[in-house]
């Protein structure tokens, strides 16, 4: 019995080992490239631009490539326009629209011989930082790293809909990676008062770190575009559900053309807190 149960298991062994070596010889097949844009229309001073790649496959080691020469228009619901320039390959400015509480804006780019369009709005900006605090976590805190974190304090506007983005820089340098994103909507503290809501962020910072705050607007769609984009991001384990793109709105307007886009298009109301250094 005993002998049985040996040559049982080193059949099981056998046949999962085969397995394995069968899922890894696998390849993957690839997709083909489509257009990516990547953009925001903001009231910031400095132009904001608007960036066409193509997309490429999931381990591919290049950057994307630049999709160059497009015509882009940007129209807003006042009878505003302004065709972009491009100043760098796929790299496009805006010079003269900002964007106003309010507004809808359209983009409407023509590449490739084919057109897109999207559209979005700008929504106003809440809650309405007053002053930011710093908890500091030990080794062995509720953190994996040591260092103090951000909290944000302001008052929550009335009226549902409100959501914002948080970017972080510390001594200049956007924290940029999945677990540095910082988005939240009014769902649970609809018209209230923020107390010391901690904000993502991979690290802890340091004594001696500027840290400059930055809180951006956003529109519900946006809102989604972004809190789906960050499941994808925070998705994983054994069962859990295959990735797919995060839902765009940037369409194209030929509905019977097999080319599509990936990417958003947005709008927002910046405001960018005063640096504080940790002591």
Request: contains cysteine.
């Amino acid at each position: 019995m005993r002998k049985d149960i040996i040559l049982l298991f080193a059949f099981l062994m056998l046949l999962l080992s085969a397995c394995e070596k069968s899922l890894q010889s696998v390849p993957l097949r690839s997709g083909t490239p489509v257009l990516n844009v990547d953009g925001w229309i903001t009231n910031r001073e400095a132009g904001d631009t608007i960036r066409l790649t193509k997309t490429i496959d999931f381990f591919d080691q290049r950057s994307a490539p630049p999709v160059t020469g497009a015509g882009i228009l940007l129209l807003d619901d006042h009878q505003h326009t302004e065709q972009l320039e491009e100043i760098a390959p796929g790299v496009f400015v805006i010079k003269q629209i900002r964007a106003t509480s309010g507004h809808k804006y359209t983009l409407t780019i023509q590449a490739e011989g084919e057109t897109y369009r999207a559209t979005t709005s700008v929504s106003r900006l809440s809650p309405v930082i007053d002053s930011l605090t710093f908890k500091y976590y030990p080794e062995g805190g509720d953190h994996d790293s040591v260092g103090y974190r951000v909290k944000i304090w302001g008052q929550e506007l009335t009226g549902k809909g409100d959501a914002l983005r948080i970017l972080i820089k510390r001594n200049g340098i956007l924290q940029n990676l999945p677990d540095d994103l910082n988005i939240y909507n009014d769902d649970n503290v609809e018209g209230n008062y923020v107390q010391g809501l901690e904000m993502n962020s991979f690290t802890g910072y340091k004594s001696g770190d500027l840290i400059t705050v930055e809180q951006w607007s956003l529109d519900p769609e946006a809102y989604d575009f972004w809190n789906q984009l960050k499941t994808q991001v925070d998705n994983g384990g054994l069962f859990a559900p295959v990735p797919a793109n995060v839902p765009t709105n940037v369409i194209n307007i030929n509905a019977a053309s097999a080319k599509v886009a990936t990417g958003y298009f947005g709008a927002s109301l910046s405001v960018v807190l005063p640096t504080v250094e940790l002591k």
